[in-house]
C-alpha cells in the first residue's frame, strides 16, 4: 500500500516562508517522479513543481519555490520563500514510476490527503 502524507503546512504572512514536506511510503524512491500540486477555493488543481527527469516549476512559483527530495528519507519537500495570497491553497503531494517531465495530474497514480497553506496579506 503506497501512501503519501504531507506535512509542514500553516498559516504565514505574505512575504514569509514555509516548508512542506512529503514523506512516501513507496519501494525504489529514488526512481519516482514525484511532484506537488495546489488547489485554491473554487478553482481546478494546478501543478506546482516536480522532481524527476529534472525539476519543473509552474511560472508563478520560479524564483520563490524550491523543489528537493532525500531519497535515503524517502521524502520530497517544497522550499516556499516570498509567499503571496495567491498561494493560499491545499498543497497535494503525488507520485507517478520513472523519472519523467509530466505535469499533468491525470499522469501521477498516488496521491496524499494535502495540507492546507494559507498567506495572509
Known amino acids: 500500500q503506497v501512501q503519501l502524507v504531507e506535512s509542514g503546512g500553516g498559516l504565514v504572512q505574505a512575504g514569509g516562508s514555509l516548508r512542506l514536506a512529503c514523506a512516501a511510503s513507496?519501494?525504489?524512491?529514488?526512481?519516482?517522479?514525484m511532484a506537488w500540486f495546489r488547489q485554491a477555493p473554487g478553482t481546478e488543481r494546478e501543478f506546482v513543481a516536480a522532481?524527476?527527469?529534472?525539476?519543473q516549476y509552474t511560472d508563478s512559483v520560479k524564483g520563490r519555490f524550491t523543489v528537493s527530495r532525500d531519497n535515503a528519507k524517502n521524502t520530497m519537500y517544497l522550499q516556499m520563500n516570498s509567499l503571496e495570497p495567491e498561494d493560499t491553497a491545499v498543497y497535494y503531494c503525488?507520485?507517478?514510476?520513472?523519472?519523467?517531465?509530466?505535469?499533468?495530474?491525470?499522469?501521477?497514480?498516488?496521491w496524499g490527503q494535502g495540507t492546507q497553506v494559507t498567506v495572509s496579506s
Open positions: 522532481s524527476g527527469w529534472d525539476t
Open positions: 513507496i519501494r525504489a524512491f529514488g526512481s519516482i517522479t
Open positions: 503525488a507520485a507517478s514510476f520513472g523519472l519523467r517531465k509530466i505535469k499533468k495530474d491525470d499522469d501521477y497514480v498516488y
